[in-house]
């Protein structure tokens, strides 16, 4: 008998590998088809505020004196979140909320959660905690629908660029709007910094390094949150403020939080060298078409191309397999993290 494994068993392996990654991927943009929908429903609380969020799950409500957890509703509107129960009721205003932590519990309760979101929220001067638990793809989409509901309307003071590479750039600092996506931060107001008429977005794909600082801006001690990232071949650093810390932090948390989905996506995946100049190639080629000979390019079979162009798909880095190919945010922060190994 062969001490071998089987051929079945490493396919089912990589097969489970890469319906995670699909998973995490479809519950993150599906936050955002979630949101829109509940939006064109007429469900609305008594003082007219449409619910954006409405389900059902076990909780620590910070109002509730236990430690137990309840079981109740979850609602949302573009103003509170609401926790309800057969016999209580927790409001909490999302102007008062300060911290969204995903997986984070507090120790009277982590025996009863396997997924959670932490809220942290102030009523009447007092810091409280709720917690919500559910299974994973509940917890994803409720934070991110969260994040953007805490955030909604915000406007931060910009600097970009901050720097090209390590030299200072002596740009002005505008004041711009905030809007949040699952793999990248736009913001509008800033179309005069595209080829185009969109707006200028930091994709989280492109992310090299990000850290909160303090910084005077506008003539205020601020907490600035510095991203460098990779923009035409080149390392960028971006400059976002605001006003509010409380808005600062959950800004930061959500970043943390998308760009840890990002990267655990991606170093979970086993891509070879030939199949990461296989991706290489694709996105120098990218929107090429059929243009390009992309096995003449790359000095490769045809058919070796084919394969590994099918293995990338497979495992979420490439939309299609056909051209023009398209890659995924994983895929850009792959070539990112790793183009120096590649060698043409």
């Known amino acids: 008998m062969s001490d071998a494994p089987s051929s079945s068993n490493s396919n089912s ?3 489970a590998e890469t319906t995670e990654n699909q998973r995490k991927r479809q519950a993150a943009s599906e936050a955002a088809q979630d949101e829109k929908k509940a939006r064109k429903q007429l469900k609305r609380t008594k003082s007219g505020e449409s619910i954006v969020v409405d389900f059902v799950a076990n909780f620590v409500a910070g109002g509730s004196g236990t430690f137990e957890p309840l079981r109740g509703r979850v609602l949302m509107s573009e103003r509170r979140l609401i926790l309800v129960t057969s016999d209580s009721k927790t409001t909490v205003p999302l102007t008062s909320v300060f911290d969204v932590a995903v997986g984070q519990v507090p120790p009277e309760v982590e025996q009863f959660f396997d997924h959670t979101v932490m809220i942290g929220y102030v009523v009447d001067g007092v810091q409280r905690t709720t917690v919500v638990g559910g299974d994973r ?13 805490t955030l909604r309307g915000s406007t931060v003071a910009l ?4 720097k090209i590479g390590g030299r ?13 996506e699952t793999d990248r931060v736009l913001f509008p107001g800033t179309e005069d910094l595209t080829i185009g008429d969109d707006a200028f977005s930091v994709d989280l794909a492109d992310v090299v390094f990000f850290q909160v600082l303090e910084r005077t801006v506008k003539g205020q001690k601020r907490l600035v949150l510095s991203v460098q990232h990779i923009t035409q071949d080149q390392t960028v650093t971006t400059e976002v403020s605001m006003e509010s810390r409380r808005k600062m932090n959950i800004l930061g948390r959500y970043l943390r939080q998308m760009y840890h989905y990002l990267v655990s996506d991606v170093r979970s995946l086993d891509v070879s060298d030939e199949q990461l100049e296989v991706l290489v190639g694709l996105y120098s080629t990218g929107g090429l078409g059929e243009d390009v000979d ?3 390019l790359l000095d490769m079979e045809e ?3 084919e394969t590994h162009t099918q293995a990338l798909h497979d495992d979420g880095l490439v939309e299609s397999v056909d051209p023009p190919y398209e ?3 994983q895929a850009q922060f792959l070539i990112n ?3 120096e190994d590649v060698n043409f």
């Open 327 to 329: 890659l995924t945010p």
């Open 294 to 296: 992309l096995a003449s």
């Open 168 to 180: 200072f750039q002596d740009e002005p600092v505008r004041e711009v709007g905030l809007h949040l």
């Open 303 to 305: 058919s070796t191309v």
């Open 13 to 15: 392996h990589a097969g």
């Open 159 to 162: 600097k970009h660029p901050a």
């Open 337 to 339: 993290e790793r183009f």
């Open 137 to 149: 793809e509940t917890v994803e989409k409720f934070s991110l629908i969260l994040y953007r509901a």
